[in-house]
C-alpha cells in the first residue's frame, strides 16, 4: 500500500487524542508568569518604552516603537 494522504487514515487515533485532550486540558492548572520588571528597569534608565520585549509581530510606528 502507497503512503495513504490524511484524509485517507483511520480516524481512530485522532478521536482517542480528542477524548483525552477534553478531559485532561480542564484539570490542567492555569501557568502564572511572574514580571521581572526588566521594562520599568529599561524605563527608568531612559530607554524606550518596550526595548526589553519581543515585538516582531506588533504594529511599529516610524521610530521603530510598538504602537
Known amino acids: 500500500m502507497v503512503n495513504p494522504l490524511p484524509n485517507?487514515?483511520?480516524p481512530?487515533?485522532?478521536n482517542r487524542r480528542n477524548a483525552v485532550a477534553v478531559i485532561s486540558l480542564p484539570n490542567t492548572p492555569m501557568i502564572t508568569h511572574?514580571?521581572?520588571m526588566e521594562e520599568m528597569e529599561y524605563q527608568s534608565d531612559g530607554h524606550p518604552k518596550g526595548i526589553a520585549s519581543f515585538t516582531k509581530g506588533?504594529?511599529?510606528n516610524t521610530m521603530?516603537?510598538?504602537n
Open 64 to 66: 521603530g516603537e510598538v
Open 12 to 14: 481512530e487515533p485522532k
Open 8 to 10: 485517507d487514515r483511520i
Open 34 to 36: 511572574t514580571n521581572n
Open 58 to 60: 506588533l504594529n511599529h
